[in-house]
């Protein structure tokens, strides 16, 4: 399973750096997503990129920033996190916004110190 | 809001017994999609119904879609160890989101 890819796979960081994690997708997708998945809590929907468009926004902290240059790549720049930042970020790719099956990758699991 | 519950959270069952969790929204979904997650891993894509009452089959997996199209049900018929990982369903309320059920982690005992 590689049509989603995610670098790094695992990142520790204090509170004070700026890392990115990087999302590519080899699908041929139009739309790119960002979750965040912890454990007390269910799948947690971050951001949307349609057609390279911002489309969703959850009341997502500005310490993350995502990009999204094409179609086939995503970033989620991060600075000054919290501890309960720690989690893992699964980035997903599906064809597009109204075609929705959820494509994952596996993921970057960050620890915030 | 729009919400999808799901449970149990937690099931363990006996090898060879059979392993069901249900997913249930208080508005009518446009269709559901369901999850597999392994240990360490992410989720992998199984199966979307659309159709009220409608029931598809992979092997010993059972998803069925109720009339209602509120909810919805993942059986497992006598699992294994490879079953083992947590499930997720995810509604689609037909407004371009997807929102995914709090996930029921299943661990079989040998």
């Known amino acids: 399973e590689t049509g989603v890819t995610q670098t790094p796979r695992h990142l520790v960081m204090g509170m004070t750096n700026k890392k990115s994690l990087k999302c590519e997708q080899h699908?041929?997708?139009?739309?790119m997503y960002w979750y965040k998945q912890s454990a007390k809590k269910p799948l947690e929907l971050m951001f949307v990129?349609?057609?390279?468009?911002?489309?969703e926004n959850n009341s997502v902290p500005s310490r993350f920033s995502p990009e999204c240059p094409n179609s086939s790549h995503l970033f989620l720049h991060l600075h000054t996190l919290q501890p309960e930042d720690s989690a893992l970020y699964l980035c997903?790719?599906?064809?597009?916004?109204?075609?929705?099956?959820?494509?994952f990758g596996p993921g970057t699991r960050l620890t915030v110190l | 809001g729009q919400q999808v519950m799901q449970i149990p959270q937690y099931q363990h069952v006996q090898e060879g017994e059979d392993f069901t969790t249900y997913c249930n929204s208080s508005?009518?979904?446009?269709?559901i999609q369901w999850y597999k997650q392994r240990p360490g891993g992410h989720p992998v894509f199984l199966i979307q119904?659309?159709?009220?009452?409608e029931v598809k089959k992979q092997k010993r997996l059972t998803f069925q879609f109720g009339e209602a199209k509120k909810n919805s049900s993942l059986h497992i018929t006598a699992t294994q160890t490879t079953d083992v990982g947590t499930y997720f369903c995810?509604?689609?309320?037909?407004?371009?989101?997807?929102?995914f059920g709090t996930g029921t982690r299943l661990t079989i005992i040998p």
């Open positions: 990129y349609n057609f390279k468009e911002q489309t």
């Open positions: 119904l659309v159709k009220s009452g």
């Open positions: 699908l041929g997708h139009n739309a």
């Open positions: 997903a790719s599906s064809q597009d916004r109204r075609v929705r099956t959820q494509y």
């Open positions: 995810a509604g689609d309320f037909g407004n371009e989101k997807l929102t």
């Open positions: 508005t009518t979904l446009s269709n």
